[in-house]
């Protein structure tokens, strides 16, 4: 009616606001849905989940060698042909110089962490992808699927390790008693790529364009990471900057020191690297649980 103030009504029922007062503009603080992260409740998901992880990881080996004449020769095959290629390219034109260390040896062992690297991302970033009629039917925490991918490229890296064990009898070449320093390189290794397989899987979900851009990480990435050079090729003043932002670059640079040449990693580049693959990791995780809720929605 003309003349009369409208009067607002509060946020609780019942109640109606004096006139003037501001209109509210959503809902009441206690209705606000908030989602808290508890790591030992998510440890304990992930942990109850590990059969659905390895009926996972065993489905996708099925489906990547049950048709393959060669089978998992094809997890080998690969990175050899490379190091035959950096061998001709690096080694033998450019001039790269691994001391008393064969070339082979100090290639292929580059190649096999960034074949880690490269499958568990290519694949990891698919795996939500590729399994949205699973995962909006059944429960389970939607991580292991990124988490099955890199088991996969687990295995593969075991195969080729294999093979660099043959090597090491090929070159008549022992791997140095420094070889325990492998275990928190490993650690470092498998937080990095999983940090990035889960922002990257659930990046893909939303924009799908990602998927394009991943052929063109993996060939730009081989070569930005020393796997085919020394970390020494790059500016001294840089590489604890590189590092940071690649942690592959120390892994890779520790692993040969600690198997090829028989000396400690450089402790400093390997504490920035692990700092970094933490980063990695945590922020990976907290940005997949910040999207996975939309998951169905735009799936």
């Known amino acids: 009616m003309g003349g009369q103030r409208a009067q607002v009504i509060d946020e609780q029922p019942g109640r109606v606001a004096p006139p003037g007062a501001a209109t509210p503009t959503g809902p009441p603080p206690e209705l606000v849905f908030k989602r808290r992260l508890r790591p030992v409740r998510v440890a304990h998901e992930l942990w109850a989940a590990r059969e659905l992880v390895r009926a996972l990881a065993e489905r996708d080996l099925r489906a990547r060698y049950k048709q393959a004449v060669l089978g998992f020769a094809w997890a080998v095959l690969t990175p050899l042909a490379l190091c035959a290629i950096f061998t001709l ?9 691994t001391g008393a260390v064969p070339y082979t040896l100090f290639a292929y062992l580059g190649l096999i962490v960034w074949q880690f690297f490269s499958n568990t991302m290519n694949q990891g970033a698919l795996s939500l992808a590729n399994n949205l009629s699973l995962l909006n039917k059944v429960y389970c925490p939607r991580e ?3 988490l099955a991918t890199m088991l996969v490229a687990t295995v593969d890296m075991a ?3 294999g093979v660099l064990g043959l090597m090491f009898l090929v070159f008549w070449t022992a791997p140095a008693a420094t070889f325990l320093w492998v275990l928190p390189l490993l650690a470092v290794q498998f937080a990095f790529t999983y940090g990035i397989a889960l ?4 990046a893909v979900v939303y924009l799908r364009d990602v998927r394009h851009l991943l052929p063109i990480i993996t060939q730009m990435g081989v070569f930005a990471t020393p796997v085919a050079y020394p970390l020494a090729k790059i500016p001294h003043r840089l590489q604890e900057v590189y590092v940071g932002v690649n942690p592959l670059g120390a892994v890779i640079e520790g692993y040969r020191k600690a198997l090829l040449y028989g000396e400690a990693p450089n402790a400093q580049l390997t504490l920035i690297a692990a700092a970094s693959s933490l980063v990695f990791l945590v922020g990976g ?15």
Not at 89 to 97: M, N, T
Request: glycine share 6%; net charge positive; aromatic share 12%.
């Open 89 to 97: 390219v690096f080694h033998r034109a450019v001039k790269i110089e």
């Open 144 to 146: 292991v699927f990124p």
């Open 159 to 161: 195969i080729g390790v």
């Open 199 to 202: 922002v990257l899987s659930v």
């Open 285 to 299: 995780y907290l940005v997949f649980k910040k999207l996975e809720t939309g998951i169905a929605d735009v799936a």
